[in-house]
């Protein structure tokens, strides 16, 4: 997810991903096929962000395959992080966001002052994001999961969490740098004694706890769901503070958890009054925190292909993508 704080200012660099629409379709019928030929002209082409966590992936694998195989639309991948994602509105250069984790700021910048983008609804997921530790060490050490009455539990096993790379404080292991995360905030509001290290993607992460895990050794680390990795390892979500409406408004004073994600698109106004039918594709498209770990699995674990995993899940739900067309 893995959403996650932000970047800062970058340079809007797009790496371009190519789409063929070479396989065959999820309702291999005559209808869908001269569904498909008829509207080619009319789909055109349609940019999607590609944000860097594989549930994410997920989304834009299925939503793709159906709009090339079924609209004949030219579908344009561009593996951008989720702000400079949103760069790509105002510039034409991004049509869809497929997976957005909040992000209020610029939602106000882009939908409500610039109004060159739109909340085009939810996706059906709904998404957390916390500290998290193995089942087994929580297990061992109960008052863990306290953390939200009494923060300063955690200092307790600050030891047990150091590594070679948080010195002599305890590790609090973040994935993508990109990612939302308030956790460098929360970590000096709490009064913890821990350092903030970066593993550098989703994938490292998924190592790191997967190594931890195996070897019944303590690990603390930022986490999120939905997340096809739930399936590898058992975690607990340690609790902080509850979050509380406003509670994050300030990201230098931050000393609450994170709020609960009603995961959502967002589209470019000029995409959403083109009068292309992958509009109602986007629209449509809603499926659940099981269905988008099912799809992320076949990717990151048994090493499909976008392709291959969204046609395995679209065959398996035909009358779930046929609503997305209607």
Not at 52 to 81: D, F, H, M, R, S
Request: proline share 5%; glycine share 6%; with cysteine.
């Amino acid at each position: 997810m893995i959403g996650r704080a932000a970047a800062g200012t970058a340079v809007f660099a797009i790496v371009l991903s190519a789409c063929s629409g070479s396989a065959s379709s999820p309702a291999a019928s005559g209808a869908a096929s001269e569904s498909a030929a008829a509207s080619t002209a009319a789909c055109g082409t349609v940019n999607i962000a590609d944000n860097p966590w594989v549930g994410y992936e997920a989304n834009v694998a299925v939503v793709a395959y159906v709009l090339k195989n079924e609209l004949g639309c030219n579908v344009v991948i561009k593996n951008l992080n989720e702000q400079i994602s949103w760069q790509g509105f105002p510039t034409g250069e991004v049509d869809v966001i497929l997976e957005n984790w909040g992000h209020a700021d610029l939602a106000k910048q882009y939908i409500t002052d610039q109004k060159v983008a739109v909340d085009v609804g939810p996706t059906g997921n709904e998404g957390v994001i916390g500290w998290f530790t193995t089942k087994a060490f929580a297990d061992a050490n109960p008052d863990i999961v306290t953390a939200d009455k009494n923060p300063q539990v955690l200092n307790k096993y600050a030891d047990q969490f150091k590594t070679s790379e948080s010195g002599d404080k305890g590790q609090l292991l973040d994935g993508d740098p990109s990612y939302v995360t308030n956790d460098e905030a929360l970590v000096a509001n709490l009064g913890l004694n821990y350092k903030v290290v970066f593993s550098g993607s989703e994938a490292a992460s998924n190592k790191a706890i997967k190594a931890a895990a195996d070897a019944g050794k303590p690990i603390l680390a930022y986490y999120y769901t939905p997340n096809w990795f739930s399936t590898q390892v058992d975690l607990v979500h340690v609790p902080l503070p509850p979050y509380t409406d406003g509670c994050d408004a300030d990201p230098k004073k931050v000393a609450c958890d994170y709020p609960p994600y009603h995961l959502n698109k967002i589209a470019s106004t000029k995409f959403m009054s083109s009068g292309s039918p992958a509009v109602t594709v986007v629209k449509n498209f809603t499926w659940t925190n099981a269905d988008q770990d099912s799809v992320a699995f076949d990717i990151a674990q048994n090493k499909m292909t976008d392709d291959q995993a969204a046609k395995k899940w679209l065959d398996a739900h035909p009358d779930a993508w046929k609503a997305w067309l209607q």
